[in-house]
């Protein structure tokens, strides 16, 4: 397998429920983000994790628990959302370098808190 | 504050003809520019890039133009086919601490290619 994989791809949690999104990448990169893509909204990145350290934490309320076991393994931990935190999470994976650099991402998990 | 603007929300055009996508960002310290492509219940994928200190950037069908005193950049598509019918996102990134990193995203264009 190749690239950058989610699971699951589709989720629906009640707002007293906890889950977790994974993500895993297979492209030997050093950084792994979080973003989350509302309805007619730019995508917003919540979480940049670099050499398995957070490096970036873009406000995002304490219900979102980000963890990153090593390189490869990102997850987004759930507890009590709101029925707003229904979303597309994206997980990226990129090489954290001088000049630029591109994002790839996976499929995304589509979220819904009912 | 939006820094990476996308003011057009939808584009149609004819199979064939060029598509042009256009994007405004507002933060003069921005190097790096790129383009994704989105289709429906998939994540982005990348199309191309341009670095600050290049004005254009050719890749088969898709050529980038980036115009830094007017803060615009620009995606042409020649020509244009059914299957880029999609959403394009435009984003932005600056050095920070010696590595580019975080993506800022405009809102995206729906492209729309009649056959």
């Known amino acids: 397998e190749t690239g950058v994989t989610q699971t699951p791809r589709h989720l629906v949690m009640g707002m007293t429920n906890k889950k977790s999104l994974k993500c895993e990448q297979h492209?030997?990169?050093?950084?792994m983000y979080w973003y989350k893509q509302s309805a007619k909204k730019p995508l917003e990145l919540m979480f940049v994790?670099?050499?398995?350290?957070?490096?970036e934490n873009n406000s995002v309320p304490s219900r979102f628990s980000p963890e990153c076991p090593n390189s490869s393994h990102l997850f987004l931990h759930l507890h009590t959302l709101q029925p707003e935190d229904s979303a597309l999470y994206l997980c990226?994976?990129?090489?954290?370098?001088?000049?630029?650099?591109?994002?790839?991402f996976g499929q995304g998990t589509r979220l819904t808190v009912v | 504050d939006q820094q990476v603007k996308q003011n057009s929300p939808s584009l149609s055009v004819q199979e064939g003809r060029i598509s042009i996508l256009n994007c405004d960002y507002t933060n003069s310290m921005f190097d790096y520019f790129l383009w994704y492509k989105k289709y429906p219940a998939e994540g982005p994928t990348f199309l191309i890039s341009i670095s600050s200190i290049k004005d254009k950037n050719e890749d088969g069908r898709f050529t980038v133009f980036l115009n830094k005193s007017a803060k615009h950049l620009s995606l042409h598509i020649v020509p244009s086919q059914p299957g880029d019918s999609a959403v394009y996102f435009c984003?932005?990134?600056?050095?920070?601490?010696?590595?580019?990193?975080?993506?800022?995203f405009g809102k995206g264009t729906l492209l729309t290619v009649n056959p």
């Open positions: 492209l030997g990169h050093n950084a």
């Open positions: 990226a994976s990129s090489q954290m370098t001088a000049g630029g650099t591109e994002a790839f």
């Open positions: 984003a932005a990134s600056l050095d920070s601490g010696g590595s580019n990193y975080k993506l800022t």
């Open positions: 994790y670099s050499l398995e350290e957070r490096v």
